[in-house]
């Protein structure tokens, strides 16, 4: 049973108030009130507290001022002194570290290139090396880190926090992530797939900020949906929910790395739509490659990225009709061809999908282009979604 009394609810109202402060970045007393539902004399009282302790402090918002005129609100936020959060993105070829402080403001961040299908081992050691030099860049110890959270491009089962067998990391499937990280780094780590951070940096601090009933969907070599439904990150019973890239569009097509034949990232992830072009152009190209080539109006490179927004279009029409989102957040590296992917997507969507449902999503590429599962990573420790 929690304890009772007084200062267990001084306590709780504190640990309360401090959660959405770490979630704001920077917020004034009045947004404290409402995200917290406490008084304003509660939370003032818990902020001079906080204050004298040195853990918050205080600025005027230049912004608000000139915005709305009158006198601008007192912005609070976290001291350097309350500690850093650490985010890593480890991704098929790239792997990125950014430190913050608790009013999100980033300190350092770093990438290095990686190997996907390396052992996880080799992957955990490069990990601790940028995380180090992270840390180191970023002027702190790691004793004022409050928590790590990284991103992987696969799906993590929630019972037993072991990489799935889907994933692009062949040699990660059935390694428990986060503690493995955590017992080498010494610190609190949390991981999640990939397209869910997607979907918290977005719902944060992006495209989706505001909204309650969102679909992040990540195209790139892999195809994967982040789902927020009622506000909330959704997981699904294991941790599998989302992974719509997996979703039969031809039972005799190309096998999968799942195993299935004719999954939608085998007709429309990059490596597809790169191995469907490299036949003309004589020569193997990356994904950037193909993206130039649509962007300077090469027609087979335009074709190719289109017929890919068809074929998830549809996937994501049976979405609409199952959880009927108000908005869909295209990101991955593919959502760098905009239009090109997007439109046959959305044409897609309003022939198959139930027409109210279609008349409720809006379709648009996501703010925060490659950055956006970093700043998820950080969002696993500064906003932590309820488990
Ligand atoms: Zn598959």
């Not at 300190?107 to 030099?133: H, I, K, N, S, Y």
């Not at 997996?246 to 039972?251: E, F, S, Y």
């Not at 790395?257 to 597809?272: H, I, Q, V």
């Not at 090109?340 to 809006?362: F, G, K, Y």
Request: aromatic share 2%.
């Amino acid at each position: 049973m929690a304890p009772a009394g007084p200062d267990a609810r001084r306590e709780r109202n504190r640990e309360r108030l401090m959660a959405a402060l770490r979630e704001a970045g920077a917020a004034s007393r009045a947004e404290l009130a409402r995200r917290t539902g406490l008084s304003r004399t509660t939370v003032a009282s818990l902020v001079a507290e906080l204050q004298r302790a040195e853990v918050l402090t205080e600025r005027q918002d230049g912004a608000g001022a000139s915005a709305r005129g009158g006198r601008p609100p007192r912005l609070l936020s976290f001291s350097r002194s309350a500690g850093v959060a650490i985010g890593i993105d480890f991704g098929k070829r790239h792997l990125r570290v950014a430190a913050a402080d608790l009013s999100h403001a980033i300190l350092a961040e770093a990438e290095r290139p990686a190997r996907a299908e390396d052992p996880a081992e080799a992957g955990l050691e490069a990990t601790v090396a940028l995380v180090e030099e992270v840390i180191a860049g970023a002027g702190v110890g790691s004793s004022e880190v409050v928590g790590v959270g990284m991103g992987l491009p696969g799906p993590i089962d929630r019972r037993s926090g072991r990489v799935g067998s889907s994933s692009i990391l062949p040699g990660w499937v059935g390694v428990r992530a986060a503690e493995e990280l955590g017992a080498r780094l010494g610190l609190p780590v949390s991981v999640d797939n990939d397209a869910n951070l997607g979907a918290l940096a977005e719902l944060h601090w992006g495209a989706a900020a505001g909204r309650r009933n969102v679909a992040y969907l990540k195209v790139s070599t892999g195809i994967g949906a982040g789902l927020i439904v009622d506000g909330r990150l959704f997981h699904g019973t294991g941790g599998m929910a989302g992974e719509i890239g997996h979703t039969i569009v031809d039972d005799q097509g190309p096998v999968c790395r799942c195993g299935k034949r004719g999954c939608l990232e085998t007709l429309a992830g990059a490596s597809a739509l790169v191995d469907l072009l490299e036949p003309r152009l004589g020569r193997t190209i990356s994904t950037a490659e193909l993206l130039d080539l649509a962007a300077s109006g090469d027609s087979g490179a335009r074709r190719v990225i289109a017929d890919a927004g068809t074929h998830v279009g549809g996937a994501l029409a049976t979405l609409c009709d199952l959880l009927n989102p108000e908005l869909i957040v295209v990101g991955g590296d593919l959502s760098a061809a905009g239009d090109v992917l997007i439109d046959p997507m959305r044409e897609r969507v309003h022939r198959n999908a139930i027409p109210a449902t279609a008349r409720d999503v809006e379709i648009v590429a996501g703010v925060l282009g490659a950055r956006a599962e970093l700043l998820g990573a950080l969002a696993l420790v500064l906003a932590p979604p309820a488990r």
